[in-house]
């Protein structure tokens, strides 16, 4: 079986936590590091944007209505700390062959994040969210080949950060004002805008919700969906199963991110035993990779976070076995 992290981690120290992530994972990735100035989803995914200015204001990042060439001193950080951040992976992943993860904040989660020049969320326009969606496909197939001159063994895998879609499908996000919402957007437009990313490489969604719409996700052309079981509904639970069938990989989040640490019985069971009781065949059980529940940047140090890393190779014999047993 396979493990891998969801992206952020505590801490400042980007070379060391490279150096661990290449040992202690299977799957590999850049980590994302929120304590850093310009090390957030956000600006990452800000960072990548190649086609629109933005800048940093008080409440949040904020488009300006300029091309790349006018961005602003806050976008240049970013981009400049992204480019320190591939630096290091190039170097203490020389020689490196088999899949690499990059992550990315999801067109959705970005536009209900992002201001507008004259103010509210690009969600509120038709119009700017494409536009956004469209540079933002172009930066991650930008990043992605950067990625692979600086790694060549490496076989991309892209994860898709989507927090906030399943608020955008029901009508959920606040407006700038704060007494309405933005209009929902139905699963078809969901859909449109996520499949401009789903291109450049093997791509995971990621999203921590009771109900994660899985089925936007795989009409996008995601191959792997990521999800906290923990908080998984019926509903949701139903829809897995349907996308495990159909080949997707499921990305299960077993370990908490705060809290007690488990034993690796304890952190697999909920998996396991949701398995059996749906009828699942156990040959696609073994196929799960097993990650943290999210991201652990709210882990209280990063010897915590280790801990959790660790604990996921050792909870992924339990599942294997559990499968063979089966």
């Not at 699963?187 to 999203?207: I, K, N, Q, R, Y």
């Amino acid at each position: 079986m396979t493990t891998t992290g969801l992206g952020s981690l505590p801490g400042d120290d980007l070379r060391e936590w490279t150096k661990v992530l290449l040992d202690a994972v299977d799957i590999p990735y850049l980590a994302e590091l929120p304590a850093r100035p310009y090390g957030d989803m956000v600006s990452r995914a800000v960072a990548v944007l190649t086609e629109l200015a933005a800048d940093l204001q008080p409440v949040g990042w904020r488009l300006t209505g300029g091309s790349d060439p006018r961005a602003s001193l806050d976008q240049r950080r970013a981009r400049s700390l992204l480019a320190e951040d591939l630096d290091v992976l190039e170097e203490l992943a020389d020689g490196y062959t088999g899949p690499l993860k990059v992550q990315l904040t999801g067109p959705w989660t970005l536009a209900s994040t992002v201001e507008l020049p004259r103010g509210d969320k690009v969600l509120a326009d038709h119009g700017a969210r494409r536009d956004l969606a469209e540079a933002l496909a172009q930066g991650l197939s930008e990043h992605v080949a950067s990625v692979r001159r600086r790694v060549p063994g490496a076989e991309v895998v892209v994860q898709v950060d989507e927090p906030a879609l399943p608020a955008v499908l029901a009508g959920a996000v606040p407006t700038a004002s704060g007494w309405g919402k933005h209009r929902s957007v139905d699963g078809p437009g969901a859909v449109e805008l996520l499949s401009l990313l789903t291109t450049a490489a093997p791509t995971v969604v990621h999203c921590c919700a009771a109900r994660p719409p899985i089925e936007v996700f795989t009409k996008a052309g995601a191959s792997g969906i990521a999800v906290d079981i923990s908080l998984l509904n019926p509903a949701a639970w139903d829809q897995l199963a349907l996308a495990a069938e159909a080949g997707t990989t499921v990305y299960a989040g077993l370990i908490p991110t705060t809290g007690p640490i488990p034993d690796p019985e304890k952190a697999a069971d909920p998996l396991v035993r949701r398995w059996r009781e749906l009828g699942l065949d156990p040959e696609l059980l073994k196929q799960v990779v097993i990650t943290p529940a999210c991201g652990l940047a709210a882990s209280p140090s990063t010897a915590d976070a280790r801990q959790r890393l660790d604990l996921l190779r050792r909870t992924a014999d339990v599942v294997a076995e559990a499968a063979e047993n089966t």
